[in-house]
């Protein structure tokens, strides 16, 4: 049975190494290659982490109904093409967004048998030191990020299921005991 899961939680929480080690673990599961309007870091290649687009891109495709849910996120758009998505539920294959809490929440509406699955850091204080060694971004941007994350972080009762991410071995096998489920 095809299923759709949405994997939520603040930036730089490790949900990216998460979702990797779980779809080599279940190379069935279909992960979602959102639209960002967001630039380039460096390494990220077009259609591989994102399909990098423009902001007039984006709002086109806003405009023509081609994403299944969108949001602006620290002055960026990011969002999920519906097409691909659909076709593969079609397929009978499950699909993995990872997207943030406004899109989580237009998926919640659109789709309510969806999975939603929240990963946390195991302190704010944590997460403030991850987001800086990752060193990507400057010091605004860090901080804006950090208040998006205890927005996003007060939000955790809305989710199916909260993944506390402490040890990246441990949260690994849980969330693929949480794909299976
Ligand atoms: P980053 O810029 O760090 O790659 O991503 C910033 C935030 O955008 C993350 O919380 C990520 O989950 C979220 N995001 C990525 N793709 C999408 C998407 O397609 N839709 C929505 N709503 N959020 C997304």
């Known amino acids: 049975m095809s299923r759709l899961f949405v994997i939520s939680g603040p930036s730089g929480v490790g949900k990216g190494t998460l979702i990797a080690k779980a779809c080599e673990a279940r190379p069935d599961l279909w992960l979602s290659i959102s639209t960002t ?3 380039p870091r460096p390494g990220e290649q077009d259609g591989v982490q994102y399909h990098f687009v423009t902001r007039e891109e984006f709002e086109t495709g806003i405009t023509e109904g081609d994403f299944l849910e969108w949001a602006e996120y620290a002055g960026n758009y990011y969002g999920t093409s519906r097409p691909p998505v659909l076709a593969h539920l079609g397929e009978g294959r499950s699909v993995l967004l990872e997207i943030d ?3 989580a929440r237009q998926v919640r509406t659109s789709h309510p048998e969806a999975v939603l699955i929240m990963i946390t850091p195991p302190s704010t204080a944590e997460l403030a030191a991850r987001l800086r060694s ?6 605004a941007t860090v901080e804006r990020r950090l208040g998006l994350a205890r927005h996003e972080l007060a939000a955790a009762d809305e989710f199916d299921h909260v993944l506390v991410n402490s040890d990246i071995a441990e949260s690994s096998e849980q969330l693929l005991q949480l794909l299976d489920s």
Do not use: C, K, N
């Open 101 to 103: 809490l406004q899109g």
């Open 37 to 39: 309007s967001r630039r």
């Open 134 to 139: 990752r060193a990507t971004d400057d010091e």
